[in-house]
């Protein structure tokens, strides 16, 4: 069983746009997090969510809204997408409460925007 | 405020050689650092974890030790295979562990 599981893996589309990217974890962590890596392999931090809660929300641009419908699942759509949003996206959970894990990452969208 | 800074890449090492990927931090509280690797197309896996001052994290060879005196998880490898090869990251938890803070990465090439 894969612990997170993302879809798309690859995602090519059009400027203007709209998509979203789906993950799942089957872990039973309480916390999830989307992170955004460049072509330079830097991670950046996009969002962390415990418990449904929105607990981290770095500075990205109004067009992404992550969505949590249960501990289990965070989603995330972008709109009207631009070429700077090519990246490969990295949705990952922890269990924070009782000790810290470590985090576990999902396989990762490249999202490629033409 | 947290941060994780790892040396620069990339690297380039022969088969069986010593490998060092140095990594310091700067956390409030007593944080728990990894290191992660990244092998091409594929997620972050977990290498290896300490969680506390004086740990050593260790797995498929590679060892880290968490020193507090000198904040610092240095990544080693007594010697290398081709099979090493990937882009490695230091990383800290927050004291509330609810964010994960990266290093920069650094990418490893073992050649035969």
């Known amino acids: 069983d894969t612990a997170v599981s993302q879809t798309p893996k690859y995602l090519v589309t059009q400027m203007g746009n709209d998509k979203s990217i789906k993950c799942e974890q089957n872990l039973g962590h309480d916390t999830m997090y989307w992170y955004k890596q460049d072509s330079k392999k830097f991670l950046k931090i996009m969002f962390s969510y415990n418990n449904k809660e929105l607990i981290i929300n770095e500075t990205v641009p109004n067009r992404f809204s992550p969505k949590s419908p249960d501990k289990a699942h965070l989603n995330l759509h972008i709109n009207s997408l631009e070429l700077g949003d090519s990246a490969v996206y990295f949705c990952?959970?922890?269990?924070?409460?009782?000790?810290?894990?470590?985090?576990?990452f999902g396989q990762g969208t490249r999202l490629t925007v033409v | 405020g947290n941060s994780v800074t790892q040396m620069e890449g990339p690297v380039t090492l022969s088969e069986e050689a010593f490998l060092t990927i140095n990594c310091t931090y700067t956390a409030t509280g007593y944080p728990s650092l990894f290191w992660y690797v990244q092998y091409p197309g594929e997620g972050l896996q977990l290498l290896l974890k300490?969680?506390?001052?004086?740990d050593k994290g260790s797995n498929k060879g590679f060892e880290a030790t968490y020193r507090k005196e000198t904040t610092s998880f240095h990544l080693e490898k007594g010697s290398v295979q081709v099979s090493d090869s990937a882009v490695y990251f230091c990383?800290?938890?927050?004291?509330?562990?609810?964010?994960?803070?990266f290093g920069t990465g650094t990418s490893l090439t073992v050649i035969p």
């Open positions: 990952a959970s922890s269990q924070t409460t009782g000790g810290n894990t470590e985090a576990f």
């Open positions: 990383a800290l938890t927050s004291n509330t562990g609810n964010q994960f803070y």
């Open positions: 300490a969680t506390k001052a004086d």
